[in-house]
């Protein structure tokens, strides 16, 4: 329960968007609904703050960095033994009921009961059978109240909440009887410019900059850039959707043509057409190898599987379609780790990368296992198909391969002990073959492989023990990585390319890698005096650094049009650091008492994203004389905001001090800022006095004494934003006309929020006729109620990474106006299947084998959502599995293929 705890906290309860004090009131009718309290005094207090909206009004800050669900579980049911309501009692009407969770108003299923209907007597009936029971940590039913009918699922036990929550207690207050529903207004007017709150450009994350490279064109999901031997003026690109284009090396080029158009699968976010190498002897023989994912003609009991084929020039610049020829065909259990580059090496040889088989772990031990081809990288000779000992073999084994006798391993693995290598490139100098190997829970890893070896998964995740640790005292002869980064610095390796071009000699011989998540590109260098790594640059969703023939490099990836880019020098940033405390961004009038600064203007969302049950103020401060735009026609609303524009969130935990009394603690804000160079997040940690607020340069846990028991937060490193702020989900997370559509109550003034925002000058224009998520004080346990409660609860925890473009390995899009059919949420795990049997990704009537739902209740590798938290919402969690528990069938059309 969260009491102020100092005396200039409790003298505003009114305003906590002008001061703490009214800060800690909002938090307390929130905590009323997230189940029973075990101070009876603080309950009776809060349900009275709560019903009649006396003293607590709404309101918040900063927009959600982390993929999460929402606030808690529906509201507890007033005691069986509760006082009625006075008979002169003036009645509550509906749309005025007053604000619960997160501000959010009471549904008009809630409200009291008419002055005159009869006040409830001791002998009330029960409720009828099919009425579905209380949410898992709702109070529990008065005794003499009937028991659910026997036609209701039962909750899953592992998804009970704790066991120690005392009922709430019978003395609850009730609303004054001379409440009056207050007006329609804008507490927004008269609206006041934002003066003091704009960010200095935060200083680049290198000594380069990005610039467009082929600015007249774009691709659409491009893997891969690369010349062909004798065409040094020509580029190639390939799309991850499986057409590859050709197009002069000309910076003003804006024509391209299709060299080789194929069909290939793509339904999980590493598959689809993966790489492409030309033989060396192009020029001459025209041949051309692609690597790609399909359904067709795989080996007996694949459902999918990776080709490696080889086609033939037709003309200049076009591959001839028919002229395909299957090289090697591998089975994959999974739609992930598929790996799919290819090169020629020095040595005339072909290298194919090849993931581990996917999921997570390496379930089926492939990492280790030398008979399979998975987690290798493969070296086969495609001009030598004369194995005397295959006669329709169309490609040779190396005699020096390390298992070219087939007896110990399979003949064509070079190197293994591989998770995934997604790109891989040779120096041209040197001729070693570098390669970046993608991590699982904590490290990602570069290797340097110049001969055969066993680079260590899942023995080992880079220099970490991944297995039991008997296991890596164990092995011997482990190659290690040349150079690995945690997961606060990225989260997913892009192998790029030993710089050799003219441009740039001061990064001449580094290793030039990047991640995929984080942007951060680094250039490592592996010198006799040991490993030196420098980050350079910052190239969000980088899927590949190519190179031309005079080794010109370009940074290839998605999100950011045009999608190929270079690097080039920038000189040292002007203007003010960057503030170090959040007292010092001037979005704050008061730091000690969380007062914001004139012009910054609070928010509030339909239904929070989990944050390991912490509640959260929300604002936004824009640049004077600018709104934000929203397109009418976006069924999600795409909200576009002016540069300088400032989210701002903060967290508040309820907390005890070491004598066990209520300490209320605001244990962090993050600021997320469009700066001229796209969006960037900062997160600050404020100090045990709450005073102020210091910014923090990495990741970092803080451990606080809760109501339940020491409660670790998590602050998480400013590029793990990245993760979950895509650019597909516009960025500004909270931003959805689903989450701001709706009547809210802030300052005693019930207003429409998008309508005030638009007529205070916050929005361009309002969207027409919008659609709003559902509040989870409002949530039905049945029928369609709960069918939107669910789909909303995964569009808000999930659908900033599953949706189009939004970079998570599955291909779903979880978005809440997507029909069910169109999810993929009725398709067969393609990223492991957890070991539960049948599994799917919902499985209609059976949450235990719907694999959606148990990521939910994981923490671990395995969980969702992936970062941010360490607590599980169970009541989200219940919500989901009552709807998966009634849902009959899948709908008519719905894939259920492996996603």
């Not at 987690?375 to 295959?390: F, K, N, Q, T, Y």
Request: with cysteine; charged share 20%; glycine share 10%.
């Amino acid at each position: 329960m969260l009491l102020a705890r100092r005396a200039n906290l409790s003298k505003s309860p009114g305003r906590f968007t002008r001061g703490v004090g009214a800060c800690r009131c909002h938090l307390l009718t929130e905590s009323c609904y997230r189940g029973p309290m075990k101070n009876p005094i603080a309950t009776t207090l809060c349900w009275a703050l709560a019903l009649t909206a006396v003293g607590c009004t709404g309101g918040g800050a900063g927009d959600d960095a982390t993929p999460l669900v929402d606030d808690g579980p529906e509201t507890a049911p007033p005691a069986a033994d509760m006082a009625p309501p006075a008979a002169d009692m003036a009645p509550i009407p509906p749309d005025v009921a007053p604000p619960g969770l997160d501000m959010a108003p009471i549904p008009p299923d809630m409200a009291p009961p008419s002055p005159d209907m009869a006040p409830p007597g001791p002998d009330m009936a029960p409720p009828s059978p099919d009425m579905a029971p209380p949410g898992p940590d709702m109070a529990p039913p008065s005794p003499d109240m009937a028991p659910p009918g026997p036609d209701m699922a039962p909750p899953n036990p592992d998804m009970a909440p704790p066991p120690d929550m005392a009922p709430p207690p019978p003395d609850m207050a009730l609303p004054p009887p001379d409440m009056a529903p207050p007006p329609l207004g804008n507490p927004f007017l008269p609206a006041t410019p934002n003066r003091t709150c704009a960010l200095p450009e935060a200083p680049p994350l290198g000594r380069y900059g990005v610039e467009a490279a082929f600015p007249a064109m774009n691709f659409a999901r491009p893997i891969w850039l690369g010349t062909a031997p004798g065409e040094p003026e020509t580029i190639y690109v390939v799309e991850q959707g499986g057409t590859i284009y050709a197009f002069d090396d000309d910076q003003a080029v804006a024509e391209r043509e299709v060299f080789l158009d194929l069909a290939v699968l793509r339904s999980n976010n590493e598959e689809g057409l993966l790489g492409l190498a030309f033989h060396p002897d192009y020029a001459e023989n025209g041949r051309v190898f692609v690597n790609y994912s399909t359904r067709n003609d795989c080996p007996p009991g694949a459902s999918r599987c990776s080709v490696v084929a080889e086609y033939r020039r037709a003309e200049e610049r076009r591959a001839d379609p028919a002229s395909a020829m299957r090289l090697l065909v591998v089975g994959q259990p999974f739609g992930n780790h598929n790996g799919g580059d290819m090169h020629f090496g020095p040595d005339g040889l072909l290298y194919i990368s090849l993931g581990d088989g996917g999921s997570g772990g390496d379930p089926r031990g492939h990492g280790q296992n030398t008979d399979t081809l998975l987690g290798s990288i493969l070296r086969i000779d495609v001009d030598r198909p004369e194995d005397p000992a295959c006669d329709d073999c169309l490609y040779a084994i190396p005699p020096d391969n390390p298992f070219a006798d087939g007896v110990d391993g399979a003949p064509e693995i070079w190197a293994w002990g591989l998770r995934n290598v997604w790109r891989m490139a040779f120096d041209p100098l040197t001729g070693d073959l570098w390669a970046a190997d993608v991590g699982q829970n904590a490290v990602e890893e570069v290797n340097r492989i110049t001969g055969p070896g066993n680079f260590g998964w899942n023995i080992m995740e880079g220099d970490d023990c991944y297995g039991p640790i008997q296991a890596c005292r164990d092995a011997e002869g482990l190659v290690p990585p040349v150079w690995t980064y945690r997961h606060a610095m990225g989260r997913s390796i892009t192998g790029g390319q030993v710089y050799r071009g003219p441009r740039l000699p001061e990064l001449w011989g580094a290793y030039i890698v990047g991640d995929y998540v984080s942007g951060r590109l680094w250039a490592v260098w592996d010198r006799a005096d040991g490993v030196q790594a420098e980050q350079i640059a910052n190239r969000a969703q980088l899927t590949h650094v190519g190179a031309d023939a005079a080794g010109r490099l370009y940074l290839v990836g998605f999100g950011q049009a045009p999608s190929i880019r270079r690097l080039v020098r920038q000189d040292e940033p002007e203007g003010p650091p960057f503030p170090r405390l959040l007292s010092e961004t001037g979005c704050f009038d008061d730091i000690a008492t969380h007062t914001l600064a004139p012009g910054v203007v609070p928010y509030q969302i339909n239904r929070p994203f989990w944050s390991d049950g912490a509640a959260k103020l929300r604002a936004v401060a824009l640049p004077e004389g600018t709104r934000i735009a929203v397109d009418p026609d976006d069924p999600e609303g795409a909200y576009r905001f002016p540069v300088g524009t400032v989210l701002i969130k903060s967290f508040a935990l309820d907390a005890v001090d070491a004598e066990g009394r209520a300490a209320p603690s605001i244990v962090a804000t993050r600021l997320y800022t469009r700066q001229a160079d796209g969006w960037r997040g900062f997160v600050y940690r404020w100090n045990a006095e709450q005073t102020d607020a210091e910014l923090l340069d990495g990741p970092a846990r803080t451990a606080y004494l809760s109501p339940e028991g020491e409660q670790d937060w998590i602050h998480p490193s400013r590029v793990e934003c990245d993760q979950c702020h895509t650019a597909a989900s516009g960025h500004a997370l909270g931003w959805r006309t689903r989450q701001l559509a709706g009547e809210f109550m802030l300052d005693g003034v019930r207003y429409d929020q998008l309508a005030a925002f638009e007529e205070a000058g916050v929005l361009a224009a309002a969207p027409a006729a919008p659609i709003a998520h559902s509040r989870p004080t409002a949530d039905a346990l049945a029928g369609a109620a709960l069918e939107e409660a669910a789909r909303a609860i995964l569009d808000v925890n999930c659908a900033s990474c599953h949706r189009p473009g939004g970079g998570a390995n599955a291909d779903l899009d979880l978005r809440a106006h997507v029909p069910l059919e169109e999810t993929g949420l009725c398709a067969t795990p393609g990223q492991g299947d957890l070991g539960i049997a049948d599994a799917r990704l919902i499985a209609p009537g059976d949450r235990a084998r719907s694999v959606a739902l148990q990521r939910m209740l994981r923490r671990d590798g395995e969980g969702m959502p992936p970062l941010g938290s360490d607590r599980i919402d169970h009541a989200s969690v219940e919500r989901v599995g009552r709807w998966i528990d009634g849902l009959a069938a899948c709908p008519e059309g719905a894939a259920e293929q492996p996603l």
